[in-house]
């Protein structure tokens, strides 16, 4: 089993709906990060967390420490959205290393 | 942000050859460096981590002296694929960290080895 699962692995949308992509963990992590990676293959830190929640635009982000678990949001999902989401989590113990998940590959169609 | 940048974006080089690619900060110090290697539809897969002046780390499994990696200074740090095969053909990733700032990614490398 992965140290991060990501779900679901595909998401296809139509443009406008919110959408919810999951990650859950199994070890103690120092912060969660949510990447977003286009086709063409570079990646965009969209949120670090470490507690509670962030926003960004139409991105939310929420991480629930006692559940290993965190959510992506993207309210108004648009075409230019799609990519693949990934999440990675930075072990406790003051590592410098992210272990990630698989990734989420989202489509909004028009 | 901070910007990470990465070159070449894809290359193609002959069986036996080496490929160099470079990873700079633009606009910080990176007191570390990540390299990570990404096959298709897999995750990022940490190959090494570098800082400033000092030997790389390699994870279990990456051959130090296939993957040679430079970080002679706090802004440029090198991966060069020694002797590359086909089935060194993958997307490769740098990402870059300064002290007390998360980490920033470059747009990665394409590889392909023919």
């Known amino acids: 089993k992965n140290e991060v699962e990501q779900s679901p692995q595909n998401l296809t949308a139509q443009e406008g709906e919110f959408i919810t992509i999951n990650c859950s963990y199994s070890?103690?992590?120092?912060?969660l990060h949510w990447l977003q990676q286009h086709p063409g293959g570079g990646i965009v830190s969209l949120f670090m967390?470490?507690?509670g929640k962030k926003k960004h635009g139409r991105l939310i982000a929420t991480i629930n420490i006692q559940e290993k678990h965190s959510s992506l949001h993207i309210t108004a999902s648009h075409p230019r959205d799609s990519a693949v989401y990934i999440c990675?989590?930075?072990?406790?113990?003051?590592?410098?290393?992210?272990?990630f998940g698989k990734g989420t590959k989202l489509t909004v169609n028009p | 942000g901070a910007v990470v940048s990465q070159h070449p974006s894809w290359v193609i080089c002959k069986s036996g050859t080496s490929v160099k690619i470079e990873c700079r900060s633009l606009?910080?110090?990176?007191?570390?460096m990540f390299w990570y290697r990404q096959f298709p539809k897999q995750s990022l897969m940490l190959m090494a981590t570098?800082?400033?002046?000092?030997?790389?780390?390699?994870e279990q499994g990456v051959e130090k002296d296939k993957f040679l990696i430079n970080h002679a200074s706090l802004t440029l740090s090198t991966l060069t694929v020694t002797s590359a095969h086909p089935e060194d053909s993958s997307f490769y990733i740098c990402?870059?960290?300064?002290?007390?700032?998360?980490?920033?990614f470059g747009q990665g490398t394409r590889l392909t080895v023919v």
């Open positions: 990402s870059a960290r300064g002290e007390g700032t998360e980490a920033f």
């Open positions: 070890v103690g992590i120092s912060a």
């Open positions: 967390l470490s507690s």
């Open positions: 990675a989590v930075r072990l406790q113990g003051g590592s410098e290393k992210l272990v």
């Open positions: 606009d910080f110090q990176a007191t570390t």
């Open positions: 570098s800082n400033e002046g000092s030997k790389a780390t390699y």
